[in-house]
């Protein structure tokens, strides 16, 4: 049995992208020896890294008017980073669940932080402060299953927290000063995270300690410390698998209907199944939604299990049942999870009667 692993990261990659990575492992590129070995500087790693970078800037859609980064850490880690070097008065964050609500906490410590807060759901606008450094969002609650339908125009640098919907689908990115995301979701394995940051915007960078720096990062071409060669290998092979799928436009048409099918079942489910976001803010990656009791999750995620289609519980802060169908989920599986839900239902039908 074919197993689908639903779960919001580390989640699920695609099976040739696991083989190339394993080659790459083994013996990268015909050299006779793993990515992990080869030395950062020597010129083939060197080529390897920009041409990887230039992956990240031909799916985005942007040009050298940014620095891509590839640093090591935890996404949260550049919550710290992105307000230790750019809050210098005061910034505003747009907390529309767990993630901004986070990065809000994490800015603080480095100065005035007004927050926007509308949880579960995006505003239709917002105040910002004419003093604001930035405003911050997390384009997709990855807890919450919230996401910016577009991103705001924004009267000041704009930074977005992609952790959960880089290359899901297309976005302006026009407006955006500084772009971050963790490659555990959408694009790679853990350890690795993306700054995409404009360059006019990081020249109003505060330097802070060299070896956090985004400018010294920059400026050392991305060796200023020996970067996470496997974790970059797993990107590079994740964004050449995403070309092959004729690119984020095209998995973004399959995201849509992965998404709309799941929904589609919740909706018409007379109850059975709840998500109590307005349909306009539903996000296409994280699809939440309860049962109409705590009672029948168990038998829910066990049959569920029994069918290949695994991880599908909340995050332990929300409870209720999370179906999380990255760019690497393939449309079968989603709807196999949409058959089994439609079969748990007609078994327990007397609940929607209550
Ligand atoms: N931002 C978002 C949107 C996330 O989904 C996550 C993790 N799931 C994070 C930040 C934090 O990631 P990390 O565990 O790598 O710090």
Redesign the pocket.
């Known amino acids: 049995m074919t197993v689908y692993n639903f779960a919001?990261?580390p989640s699920m990659m695609a099976p040739e992208v696991k083989q190339a990575l394993a080659q790459s492992l083994v013996d990268w590129q015909g050299t006779g020896f793993s990515i992990a070995e080869v030395p950062h500087r020597s010129q083939p790693f060197v080529d390897y890294l920009s041409q990887t970078q230039a992956m990240v800037r031909h799916h985005l859609g942007i040009g050298q008017e940014y620095e891509v980064l590839f640093l090591s850490?935890?996404?949260?880690?550049q919550?710290a980073l992105i307000a230790s070097q750019f809050l210098k008065t005061r910034a505003t964050y747009v907390v529309t669940g767990?993630?901004s609500a986070?990065?809000a906490h994490d800015a603080q410590r480095y100065g005035h932080v007004d927050q926007v807060v509308s949880n579960g759901k995006i505003p239709e606008s917002f105040a910002v402060a004419e003093d604001s450094d930035y405003v911050f969002l997390?384009?997709?609650?990855?807890?919450d299953g919230v996401e910016f339908a577009t991103y705001p125009v924004s009267p000041v640098p704009l930074i977005v927290?992609?952790?959960?919907d880089i290359f899901a689908r297309r976005v302006d990115m026009s407006n955006v000063a500084l772009l971050m995301?963790?490659a555990?979701?959408n694009m790679g394995i853990?350890g690795l995270?993306v700054v995409v940051v404009r360059k006019d915007f990081l020249a109003k960078a505060r330097q802070i300690d060299p070896s956090l720096s985004y400018v010294e990062h920059a400026k050392k071409g991305n060796l200023l410390v020996t970067p996470c060669a496997a974790a970059i290998a797993a990107t590079h092979e994740t964004l050449n698998w995403l070309e092959r799928c004729g690119g984020v436009e095209a998995i973004e048409a399959i995201n849509r209907e992965k998404a709309r099918t799941l929904y589609r079942e919740i909706d018409a489910s007379e109850g059975f199944y709840r998500n109590t976001i307005a349909i306009k803010d539903r996000s296409i990656t994280n699809v939440v939604f309860s049962l109409p009791d705590e009672s029948l999750q168990e038998a829910f995620l066990s049959g569920a299990e029994q069918r290949g289609l695994v991880n599908l519980r909340g995050h332990r802060s929300a409870g209720g049942i999370r179906a999380s169908i990255y760019n690497a989920m393939p449309l079968q599986a989603v709807q196999a999870l949409a058959a089994w839900m439609q079969e748990f239902k007609q078994s327990n039908l007397e609940w929607i009667k209550q």
Do not use: L, P, V, Y
Request: proline share 0%.
């Open positions: 919001a990261g850490g935890g996404a949260r880690t919550f767990h993630w986070m990065a997390c384009s997709n609650e990855t807890i927290d992609a952790s959960s995301a963790g555990q979701k853990a995270i």
